[in-house]
């Protein structure tokens, strides 16, 4: 079983450098690139079904932020009572795909929590994808190696979605709630038809394992737009009281993100294919968290996080008429770190999919606590939160 919840976004914040590397990126910053190893889904992901259908119609443009949260207040799933992170994407037919982490339960289902889990809405329309063995949707690696996603990409290839699902390998070993080992990263690609349920093609480790804490997280954001699959990544330098993490941008065709060789990188001035060059378009001071969302909103780019890392105590709005800026940042709403106080507000992300009345963008803030029995008393506490952006 993952470790704990409550204690999974102090992990993020003491544990440098949770590597995310795609597939033009793979291999160490130290050393060559290596070949992507792909894993067949398990007999368990096989059989994946939705626990409802949910209509593939567009989302309603009079959505409140009230409403969202009343929606989340009232979600009763065996499988899915709280989760962190929340990406999403948007279906060609409507839907919305959310990809939430560590995944607390309903009491007296075994495990209690899970490292993953996918939820299918349409407005008020919930409905979760199950496996087999009712575990996680993305199979852990073995018994002390799972799979935690950070980012999600649509890319609408001929009949049917391409859902990739980007996670981070994390192995827990035997040393206290701390004891983690970021390994590398895989990308869970799923197949969705119009109207049909996401199936499980592959997860592709893109990266051998590496403990090295300083290298560039690639995948911690991801957009697809105007035919570019655009990932973006987040790096910890290391440096006494530097928090915050700096920014990276690379892209692929969407028609060829597999091809390595069709990858460009950003260095400052143009975007080329070598890897090695490619510059930071945020410094980490006044950068940052491990993850956040990147999007096209409008012609232009918006980027949501805490700026100096989910430590500090505000969400920003960083916005740029590139996909490597200028950015400009906006200080925007408080969401208390709560690394005083055990109650925990990090990971700010937006959905830019789901129209609001007010015409605002949409972010989700998780939450939890430090206090690993109370959430499993009470997993509302760890439901992400809805808000507004107003700039």
Known sequence: MPGPVSERPLLRAAVAGLVLVLAACSGSESSGPAEPSTASPSSAAA??????????????????????????????????????????????????????????????????????????TTGPCVAQLIGADHGPVIPDVDTTTVRWPMS?????????????????????????????????????????????????????????????????????????????????????TGEPLDFGRELYVARAPVADHRDRSRWQFWDGGTWQPDRKRAVAVLPSRGGVSQVLSVDNVDGSFAAVSKRDGDVNDYVYLWTAPHAWGPW????????????????????????????????????????????????????????????ELTS
């Open 47 to 120: 059989g994946l079904r939705l626990t409802r259908d949910c209509p593939t119609v567009a989302p309603s443009k009079e959505i409140t932020v009230d409403r969202l949260n009343d929606l989340v207040d009232s979600v009763d799933l065996d499988y899915w009572q709280a989760g962190d992170i929340g990406a999403s994407g948007q279906l060609s037919d409507g839907r919305l795909v959310w990809a939430f982490g560590d995944t607390v339960r309903r009491s007296g289902v075994s495990p209690p929590v899970v490292a993953n889990s996918l939820l299918v």
């Open 152 to 236: 999600v990409a649509v890319a609408r290839t001929g009949g049917h979605d391409t859902l990739m699902v980007m996670c981070s390998r994390i192995r827990r070993g035997s040393g206290g709630s701390f004891d983690f080992t970021f390994l590398g990263t895989s990308v869970a690609v799923f197949t969705v038809k119009p109207g049909g349920v996401p199936k499980l093609d592959k997860v592709v480790d893109l990266t051998p394992d590496s403990p090295d804490p300083q290298q560039v997280n690639w995948g911690a954001a991801s957009d697809v737009h105007d035919g570019w699959l655009y990932v973006y990544g987040t790096r910890l």
């Open 328 to 387: 400009a940042p906006t200080k925007e709403l408080k969401a208390p770190g709560g690394f005083d106080t055990g109650q925990l507000e990090y990971a700010p992300v937006a959905h830019p999919e789901v129209p609001l009345a007010s015409g605002h963008l949409l972010i989700s803030i998780s939450r939890n606590t430090t206090d690993l029995q109370r959430l499993l008393e009470d997993p509302e506490i760890g439901r992400p939160r809805f808000a």
